[in-house]
């Protein structure tokens, strides 16, 4: 008798993720991802005083009506961050900003789910006609993740970070 052996292949299911609003006791697991000031600069351009960050220099940066941070959890764990806000009085752009997904998880499909899920709230819950963000060019991966759910490159910024010049990419959600 001939026995056949079937390879069986593992299909990962995505986990059940969820955004919930950002929260203090968030902060330090979100910013303990960015390992070094140039992490930390990818994630948050020149927006922050000082590296390492504290939580409480996070919480500065989501006051005002126009922010919405949002945290992604995964089995109760904290799995990743992002920021919607509207960058004008008239509401109809929503931008997203602080973008980072815990860098033990990266390359698993978290920060494409994060995004699809921040894309329905900014659509669905806060009627977002455009969504934009800009990301620096050599953060490679992060454009790819971007472009995978459906920005487009529509210009280029550069910036001034501890003395040099960032090249970064404007991106807008085309639908």
């Known amino acids: 008798m001939k026995y056949e ?3 069986l292949h593992h299909v990962h299911m995505q986990d059940f993720m969820t955004l919930r609003p950002f929260n203090i006791n968030d902060a330090t697991t979100i ?7 140039h992490a930390f600069h990818l994630w948050s351009a020149d927006r922050y005083k000082d590296f390492p960050a504290k939580p409480e220099e996070m919480m500065r940066q989501y006051e005002g009506q126009n922010m919405h941070p949002l945290t992604a959890i995964v089995d109760n764990i ?3 961050h992002i920021l919607l806000r509207y960058p004008s009085e008239d509401k109809t ?3 997203f900003g602080f973008v980072i997904v815990d860098d033990s998880k990266r390359g698993m499909g978290y920060g494409k789910q994060m995004l699809r899920l921040a894309i329905d709230y ?4 806060l009627r977002a006609k455009h969504i934009t963000l800009g990301v620096f060019c050599d953060n490679l991966s992060a454009v790819e993740c971007y472009k995978s759910v459906g920005f487009r490159i529509t ?3 550069s910036y001034l ?4 010049e960032w090249k970064g990419f404007e991106m807008e959600l085309v639908a």
């Open 78 to 80: 904290i799995i990743g």
């Open 122 to 125: 900014a659509q669905q819950e």
């Open 155 to 157: 210009g280029m910024d």
């Open 93 to 95: 752009v929503i931008r």
């Open 161 to 164: 970070i501890d003395g040099e």
């Open 5 to 7: 052996y079937i390879e």
């Open 31 to 37: 910013l303990s991802w960015c390992k070094d000031k």
